[in-house]
């Protein structure tokens, strides 16, 4: 490995090593949607003491579920990590990132590629609440089997990815909005999380978080100016 490069580990955590501030992550006084957003940061650093109630975790999946998803399908599962010596077996597997051991919880985002098998019981709570005609629902129903029943896995993994991404967002902005931090994590071994924690073999990981107490808050926001990233109407 030449001198200018890292390894994974190195690399995800050195992050930790650049004193961007001795500050804790800022406790919002205003939680309207926009200061959230702006405010909401990657937060590497927990206290390991701290433990978040059980109702307030439901509380914060709760709101993350209100999220779209592809047919209301809700692929998304969640499995939240709270156990210390869970978390402690997750640790190398997450190339040995901190914020795994000392945060409250890991959840970790997960997708249903056979999601497509409730649409009964979802489409039935529509037509329970007089918003949709039996037969229509049974329509929707039976639609849903013949495409996504057909669908390539990679499609319904693709569409698991997707709906995990949406949720996984809006489960980090409403820790944000109950005064918690998160970070998102893709540096992990996928297959050897899958087994170690006996997922089922048709869901997807997407991610983890960790979510807990941040004690030190993450790097201020830098992004690519909007003219580089957008383009109006078509590509030239
Ligand atoms: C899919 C995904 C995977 C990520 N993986 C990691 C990770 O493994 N470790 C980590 O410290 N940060 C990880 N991050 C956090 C990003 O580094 C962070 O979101 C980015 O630097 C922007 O900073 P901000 O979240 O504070 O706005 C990940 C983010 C995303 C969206």
């Known amino acids: 490995m030449s001198q200018n490069t890292m390894s994974k580990e190195e690399y995800l955590n050195k992050v930790k090593e650049i004193d961007t501030t001795k500050e804790a992550p800022k406790q919002l006084e205003d939680t309207d949607f926009l ?17 978040m109630e059980e109702s307030e975790i439901r509380e914060i999946l709760e709101t993350a579920v209100l999220a779209p998803s592809s047919s209301n399908l809700q692929s998304w599962r969640f499995l939240v990590i709270e156990d210390q010596a869970e978390k402690e077996k997750l640790l190398p597997i997450a190339n ?13 985002v997960l997708g249903d590629r056979e999601a497509y098998k409730n649409a009964d019981q ?43 991404g949406i949720v996984a967002n809006q489960l980090m902005l409403a820790a944000k909005a109950k ?7 893709g540096g992990y071994d996928e297959a050897q999380f899958l087994e170690a924690f006996n997922v089922p073999g048709n869901y997807e990981a997407v991610m983890l978080i960790s979510l807990g107490k941040g004690t ?6 830098t992004r690519l100016p909007l003219d580089e990233i957008v383009q109006w109407n078509r590509y030239e």
């Open 122 to 164: 979802i489409y039935s709570q529509i037509a329970e609440k007089g918003n949709m005609p039996e037969d229509v629902k049974n329509m929707y129903v039976n639609s849903i089997f013949d495409n996504y029943g057909n669908f390539p896995t990679e499609r319904l993994a693709k569409i698991a990815h997707i709906d995990g």
């Open 35 to 51: 200061t959230v957003a702006k405010e909401r940061r990657s937060v590497r650093q927990y206290d390991p003491e701290f433990k």
């Open 96 to 108: 040995n990132q901190q914020q795994i051991v000392d945060a409250s919880v890991v959840v970790a």
């Open 179 to 185: 005064g918690y931090d998160t970070v998102p994590m």
């Open 216 to 221: 030190k808050a993450g790097f201020q926001k």
